[in-house]
Every structure is written in C-alpha cells, then in structure tokens.
C-alpha cells in the first residue's frame, strides 16, 4: 500500500491544484513544440517534482509513467569501475547526482552524449528530442555542471535537460544562462488545507478543518510534510478532532531540549550533555546544518530582542563554517559555547 | 526497447515520426554564422576580420561573461578561414564535456597538434582563405585542470608553426600565467543595451513576434547583457502567448480557434513573470522591514517573518541579495558611511550562498547586519 502523497500526487498538469498559472505556462511551453532547457527551482516540498512527471507526460503522453531502472557500468580515466542506477521511460532518463558522489563528471559525460547520440526510439513520439531530469542539481559538483555546458547547447536537436534544485545560488552561470527559470513557490497554508481536506475526504475521512489549517502551519508550507502528518494523525487516532495534538518529530524535540539547556546552564558539563545530543542527532543522520537552523529558530523566542541579532549573526557564521569546515560537530559546539557566552554578558 | 538503443548509431537529423521538425532553439538557429553577424564585440571582431584577410593568426585567449558570443565567433571564424569541410580536418573542438586530463593533453591534442598539415583542394582555396595551420578550440578551459594547462604549454610552443589554439573562458583568472602570456587576448564584453536590441528586433521580426512596448526592455534588464539568456527569455515568452507566425500556421486547420488578438502579443507582465528577477514590490518589503524603529522586538519579528515568506515562496537568494544591494546602494535615504558597510556586509553573504549556506539564515543574517548598520548611522 502506498502513501497517501504518492497515492495522490497528480499525474497530469490540469490536475495540479495550486499555482495554477504556472501550470498554464508549462502546458503550452510543453505544446510548442521547442520545449527549453528548465532549470525548476523552489523549496522542499514544494511539489517541483510532481510538476515535471506532468510536464513530461504532456509532452509524450502516458509512456512515461511506464518506468524501469537500469544499472549502468562507467570506467573512470584511472580504470575503476562505477557501477550507478539510471530510471527511465523510453522518452525520458532521471539521474541524481548524489547517487554517484564524486565522479558525477565522467557520469554526466558518458551519459548525456550516449542520450544525444541515439535517436528517439519510439518512431511515434511526439518529440524528437528525449528529456534527462537530473534531481538535486544543485548538489552537481563544478566540475559536473561545466561538462553540461557545450552538451546543452551541441545537442539541442536531440536532448533537453530538466533540472530540478532547490536553489539557484550553486547553480553556475553558464548554466543558469542556457535554461529557462522556473520558480515553484511553496503552496500557501490555504492551499495545503484544502489539498489535505480533499485527500482525506477520497480516504473517507473526517478531518474537521481547523485541523487541516493548523496541520498546514505546522508543515511550514511543505506540502510532503503536511500530507504525512495528516497520514500518521489519522493512523494513530481513532477519531480526528479540531483539537487533536500534532506531535513534533522526535529529533525536533531533541534540538528543542537542546535550546532549553543552552538558556539554563552556561558551563563546560553543560556543553558536554549538549554535544552528546549532537551526536545523537547527527547519527540519525539529521544534516548539521538542519539541526542549527532549528536551533536558532528555538533560542530567538527564548532570548531579548537586543540579543536576537546577535544570535543570528552566530548561527549564520557557524553555519558557514558547517560548509567550509571538515567536521561539523565543531561548529555546532562552537555555536553552543559562543551562545553561552553571549547570553551570560 | 531501451532508452539507450542506438538507431542508426548517429545524431542524422533525419526527423522521426510525428516529431516537430522546427524543434530547434532560438540560440542556435540565431548563432552568428559570420563574424559580421556577431554583435556588440567590435574590437574582437575587427581585430580577427583582419586576421581572415592577412591569414596570420596568433593564439588567442577569448574571455567575458556567459552567452555574450565567445563560442559562436570562434566557430564563425574557423568557418571562415577553412570553409565548413576543410574545417572537419583542420579543427578541432573540445570543451568542458570532453575528457581533457592531462593524458588527452598529452596524445589527443598534442597528436592532432602536430600532424602535418592537409591540403585543400582547388575548390576551396577558390572560396576560402585555407591558412596553412590546424586550429585547437578550447572551449570553456577554465575546467581544465591546472596540470593539463602546464602540459599544454610545450605543445603550444613546439608545434606554433602549423597549429594555433584558442582557448575559451568565463574567468581569465582560471588560466595558468603561462598559457595567458602566449596569447593575444580578446575581452568579450556584457552586451550593450543598443545593439542586443537590435539584434532582438531582428530576431522577434524573423519569427514573427508580436510584442508590446517595452518588451525587449525589460528582456535585456533581465538579462543583464547576456544575449543567450536574452533570446532565449523571448522565444519562451513567445511560445507562451503563442504570438509567433508558426503557430498561426499550426492553427490554421484549426477552424473552430477563436483568434483572439490580444492574447496572442507578448507584454512586459509575462516577461517579468519569468525572468526570474524579483518584484520590486517584494523587495521593498524586504527593504522595508529592515529599516528600524524604535521597537526593537517588534521590529525584529516582522524582519524575520518576512524573510521566511520571501524564501518559502522560492525566490533565489543570489538573486534577492542582488536586488537588494541595487536598492539600497542607489538609495538616497542613507549616508555613504551606511552604505559602505552595508556593501561589506553584501560580501559576505555573496561568498557564504557560493558556498552552499542555507539561504534562509544568510538573508536573515543580512537584513539583521543592515537593520543594524542603519540603527548606528541614524
Ligand atoms: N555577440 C553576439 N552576437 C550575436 N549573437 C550572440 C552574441 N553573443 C551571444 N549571442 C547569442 O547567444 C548564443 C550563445 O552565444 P555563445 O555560445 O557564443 O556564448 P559564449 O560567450 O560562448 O557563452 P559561454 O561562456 O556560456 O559559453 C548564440 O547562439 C547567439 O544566439
Ligand atoms: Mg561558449
């Protein structure tokens, strides 16, 4: 049985709910017969994703719903041998860069010219060109998104690229200049209430609907979030009541305990608990920076308004530096101990 | 069946099925094919037109921002020199999506660098100038690997006399001091305003574009002089309001189509709409909620929730950071004092987004830095 969001996502762009303009510009990009390279981008759950399977079903029609995986063997220049999974239609391909780590390169090297080498099989298709929708893209190395560069625009008779990201920064600008910007927005409080009220009303399910808005705030605009907490809410209670508690998930509660310590107790065993729970979360593989951020957005309501810019000014230095370093619980320790100390003066 | 099956093993343009034949971006159905057709670049251009005439060329250094025509006027002008089937012997291209580690240094280039030169045949030295040297066209070498550039200088020095290169890049800065000094360069420049204009007019007039005024405008503010992204911000807009003639003719059978005028001409809205450029009543907002009173609490809850908005609702942080740097910097509301450090601040936060902090907290932290600044400077 599958989840509720997979159960209900759309498949076609005039079933998509929200953002219903944008829908009307993929459909006749996707009807004009010289579709561009996309570069999607916008928040998690935001629904990019969803968007573009409808997007390419418009563009092929069905057969791109019928997906199988392939494993694939690449050599590396130095001989080894990398073995990496590629999802496709007979129209489309997906890959995602973090599934080939350091090599994504030779990957997208081989990959895209064997694509724009080889004709559209299917002698019916709608389109000649065949589309690669390459997830995460902002998590391509440099190296990766310089070898799209002259791909993009030698093979544009054969191949379109769809890259999906959740921002543009580490996008390069050469890259950015040869795709058409597509922003998803995430869906607003009311547009997630009134997805969840129609999906629990196709489960048959009563949801009162101050449940659905107060769900749809606590997702913060994620609509995955907020279709999961609806899923779990309903699994876990006999009876869906306008005031039945949304539960926080276990690691939020963790760093919100961490918050708590933080503002209690300003010494060298406090930071000891404190680092024992970062290492807590960080074996649950919550990311650092995740972690910090959730951090920070517990201390601001705990602390003064003179100090609130200060304590911005730390989180966003140490989560820099989550970046740059080379062991994250430094900084996240390093964050704690400063907090401590501004918080005592 | 399988995604990868190979059909007739090469890209033959030999159109499929029902497919489009027209699928062909703007970009590259408008790539200069001479040197006369490449806007803007006149120093560039004037200096290598000369080189066609003289047939002496030296090795070049091609450098500037994205889409402002570096690939393209080399292309032409290897077309130029060689004509296009001298060219497949005499030229070799090999950009950031070729393997070029330093064993392809090492025999590929090198191998072609050094073979002996063909000889044109009548014909073509009837229609071009058929210089006696090959051409190596580096395209986007500021991937290369620093060792491959090192190898590459013997090879440039050893074979000068029958082979030239051209190296391309975005950053000069990327290529080794060696490699640059055997160069003449040439520094291609963010299109002007005037002549991209024009080149867009040429463009919408070919297709058949219906726009209102105001729109190649604010395709080129969008742009910001680079002319790839330019062309292609009007070809979707253009397929968007399906206002091109093609789509008249696609129509036509089409008896029952209401021809309805007006939906048909490109507006400045749906340029904006795509762009990607922020409003500017969103970044006033920002803007706004970073100029303090004398409520501090009050003040900071608004700022934070503003940004939260601006970022849930997918807006580029790069982007807002620039948007907000124009705003602020050519404000006359504050003193140069603020804006100096408000700049300094800017840097900052340009360098933390390149690399990969969290666009949340960052645009936070800027709109703090600056809430300060102006706190102080008031
Ligand atoms: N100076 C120009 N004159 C006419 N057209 C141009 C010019 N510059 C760019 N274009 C248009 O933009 C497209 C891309 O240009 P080109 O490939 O030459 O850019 P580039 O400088 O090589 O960019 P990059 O650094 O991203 O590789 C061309 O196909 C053409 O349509
Ligand atoms: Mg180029």
Redesign the pocket.
Known sequence: MSLWVDKHRPKSLDALSYHSDLSTRLSSLASSGDFPHLLVYGPSGAGKKTRIVATLKELYGPGVNKIKIDSRVFVTPSNRKLEFNVVSSVYHMEITPSDMGNNDRIIIQELLKEVAQTQQIDLSARQRFKVVVINEADFLTRDAQAALR?TMEKYSPNLRLILLANSTSNIIAPIRSRTLLVRVAAPTHEDIAKILSSVAKKEKVSLPSSLADRIAVESGRNLRRALLTLESLYSQNDLLSPDTPIPTPDWEIVVSSIADDLIKEHSAPALLKIRAKFYDLLSHCIPANAILKTLLFRLLPKVDAELQSEVVYWAAFYEHRIHTGSKVIFHLEAFSAKFMRIFEM | MSFFTKQGGSSSSKATGTANPRQVPWVEKYRPQSLDDVSSQDHAVEVLKRTVLCSNLPHMLFYGPPGTG??STILALANQLFGPDLAKSRVLELNASDERGISIVREKIKNFARAAVSNPTAAQRAKYPCPPYKLIIL??ADSMTQDAQSALRRTMETYSRITRFCL?CNYVTRIIDPLASRCSKFRFKPLETGNAFVRLQEICKAEGVRYEDGVIESVLLAADGDLRKAITLLQSAAKLHGSTADDEIVKEDNVMEVDDEASKTVTVRSIEEISGRVPDSVINSLVQAAIPTPRISENFSTLQKAVENVILDGWSAMQLVLQIHDTLVFSDDFDGRAKNMIVAAISETDKRLLDGSDEHITVLDLLVKVSGILRKSN
Do not use: A, F, N, V
């Open positions: 002259r | 570096k690939t395209d986007e391309i």
